[in-house]
């Protein structure tokens, strides 16, 4: 842990902290739902973008990005 929290000084080495997280990111082009709130969206976990957020690929090829909520697998059909 501390090893991580030195290489992000506080976000300025998120570029690398981000590229790690992808390496080992289970579900990574995988169907999901993620429930906010106030909704529930389904997509393909595309990514994670520059700034932290999960980013959805809709059925439609459209992209949507979630800075929080719970994301769970679905299962493919």
């Known amino acids: 842990m501390a090893t991580r929290l030195d290489e992000w000084k506080r976000g300025a080495n998120f570029a690398s902290?981000?590229?790690a997280w992808l390496a080992r990111?289970?579900?990574l082009g995988s169907a999901v739902e993620?429930?906010?709130g106030d909704r529930t969206i389904a997509g393909?976990?595309?990514a994670i973008d520059l700034?932290?957020?999960l980013v959805l690929r809709h059925r439609d090829?459209?992209?949507e990005t979630v800075a929080a909520g719970?994301?769970?697998p679905l299962n493919p059909n």
Do not use: Y
């Open 44 to 46: 393909v976990f595309e």
């Open 70 to 72: 719970d994301i769970f």
């Open 34 to 36: 993620v429930r906010l």
């Open 51 to 53: 700034a932290g957020a």
């Open 25 to 27: 990111a289970s579900g």
């Open 17 to 19: 902290i981000r590229a």
């Open 61 to 63: 090829g459209t992209h």
